[in-house]
């Protein structure tokens, strides 16, 4: 517990870190079949060169949510060594956040309190599972193993960490073409009736891009934490709060020429290819592919709402130590 905001850590509400013993892992091909167990595939696996497991623990991202950014930076669009003096001086970035980062964190902590192992202990039991047929598809680019969180202890409505997140209204459901439709759907419903009920952070949830502050930033360590009694205010979708990070602190030190976020997306080498979840459903990758511009207009309106859009997910490979790409459970 001492990975989250408001206690020792950094961790926000879509990305965290779980202890594990190596031996639990297991797979099963198809449902009621047997169980594989204590599967050592996960022990010296890597991704782009970085271990999956460390220190016993491995990261989960929360799959089919998006918390609010409780901190981002953007990056540079041109290498610092050919900024000219004035580019630099320009360059302002930080931690930034959005607001109702620090509070979805804050809420996400008390839930778990409620199911510590050992009262004080500061442990949950948890257990993390993905439907995948490779482990090479378990995990994204970053190393993250992408799935949802159980707590068995939990009453039977409160079990799964993604979708309570979602149903109190303390995340967005946010898609990838990695998911199934049965996990799309649970999370549709759950997002839209939280956001008819205006739970948590649908009450300043905004269709209309949000205007940038570079002044709400995550305090620096040795700081006054984020106030969560005013960490409240308009917020967007935070993949679309990412970019315009990236975006504004280019702008801002001239190392772009676009005047907005929609023509800085439109004419980035890097596309945020979607699907529109109505009809991926329906045709799966057939669908047509759209990007991430084309749902903003020159007037900073959003034309959908978060769940409205499954992004297309980055192959990543699981590789052995020495480069071997591991495609089997072992």
Known sequence: ???????????????????????????????????????QVFNEGFI????VVESDKIVVRLQGVDAPELHYSGSRDIP???????QKRKWKNAEFRQRWGARSTWELTTYLNKHEKIRGSGF????????????????????????????????????NVNQWLVREGWAF??????????????LI???????????????NYCQVLVPFDFNLTLPKKGKPLVDLFSDS?????????????????NHNADTTTETTLKRYLKNSK?????????????????????????????????????????????????????????????
């Open 1 to 39: 517990m001492n990975q989250f905001y408001y206690r020792a850590g950094l961790s926000d509400a879509d990305t965290v870190k779980i202890e594990i013993t190596v031996e639990a892992v297991k797979f099963r091909p198809e449902k009621g079949a047997r169980w594989l167990e204590s599967l």
């Open 124 to 159: 949950v039991e948890v257990y993390a599972f993905s439907r995948v047929d490779s482990p090479g598809d378990v995990f994204d680019i970053y190393g993250r193993f992408v799935g949802d969180i159980v707590i068995p202890a939990a009453e039977r409505a409160d079990r």
């Open 270 to 330: 890097k596309k945020d290819a979607c699907y529109q979840t109505s009809e991926f459903m329906k045709k799966g990758t057939k669908a047509k592919k759209w990007t991430l511009d084309e749902f903003l207009d020159d007037q900073a309106k959003i034309n959908a709402h978060p769940w409205e859009l499954i992004f297309l997910e980055k192959p990543s490979q699981l590789q052995d130590s020495n480069g071997n790409n591991i495609d089997a459970w072992y």
């Open 233 to 249: 205010g308009g917020l967007n979708l935070p993949k679309i709060f990412r970019r315009q990070v990236q975006f504004e602190v």
């Open 80 to 86: 610092e060594n050919k900024m000219t003096a004035e």
């Open 48 to 51: 782009n060169g970085r271990p």
């Open 189 to 203: 419903n759950k997002g839209k009736d939280a956001m008819h009920k205006s739970k948590g952070i649908w009450q």
């Open 173 to 186: 459901p946010t898609f990838y073409d990695s998911m199934i439709g049965d996990e799309i759907s649970v």
